[in-house]
C-alpha cells in the first residue's frame, strides 16, 4: 500500500477524544469540528473517521457509504454554518491540502470548510 497511516496526528487524537475540539456535527462515519486557527468566520474542518491519510488514499479504499456520508456531511456543514446560499448565506469554499505540495499540516484526511467573508482568488499563481 502506498499510503500508510500515522495515527499519532493531531485529528486521530481528537477522534479518539484525547484532546478537545469544538464540534459542529458527528455522523456514523465523519466528524465536523472548528479549525483552531479560523482564517475565515466560518472554517470547519471535515474528517472521516477511519484512518486515511488525504484525498487520494480516501477515494481509493474508503467504502461507498463512508464516501457518500463525507460529502454529504461538507454539504450540511455548509448549510447549518448559514454560508451555503440554500441556507440564507453568501456561498463558501471547500478545500483540502494533500502531501507536501498541496502543504498539507495534517496527515489524516481533512476538508477545509471556509464563509462569512469573500475568500478571494483561488490560488497565488506563480510569477
Ligand atoms: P492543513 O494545513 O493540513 O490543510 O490544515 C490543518 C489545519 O488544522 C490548520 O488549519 C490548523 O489550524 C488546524 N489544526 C491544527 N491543530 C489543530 C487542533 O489541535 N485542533 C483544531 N481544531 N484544529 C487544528
Redesign the pocket.
Known sequence: MYYVYDDRN??A??LRGE????KVLETEHSLA???????KPV?V?VIPKGPYVNYDHFVAEASDEEITDFFRTVGKVARETRVAEAAGGNGFRV???CGPD??????HL?F?VFGGAHCGPMIKRDG
Not at 484532546?19 to 469544538?22: A, F, Q, T, V
Not at 469540528?33 to 482564517?39: G, N, Q, R, S, T
Not at 498541496?102 to 496527515?107: A, R, T, Y
Open positions: 493531531i485529528f487524537k481528537i484532546i478537545p475540539s469544538k469540528f472548528e479549525d483552531i486557527h479560523p482564517a472554517h474542518l478545500l483540502s491540502n498541496g502543504f498539507q499540516e495534517v496527515p481533512h477545509h
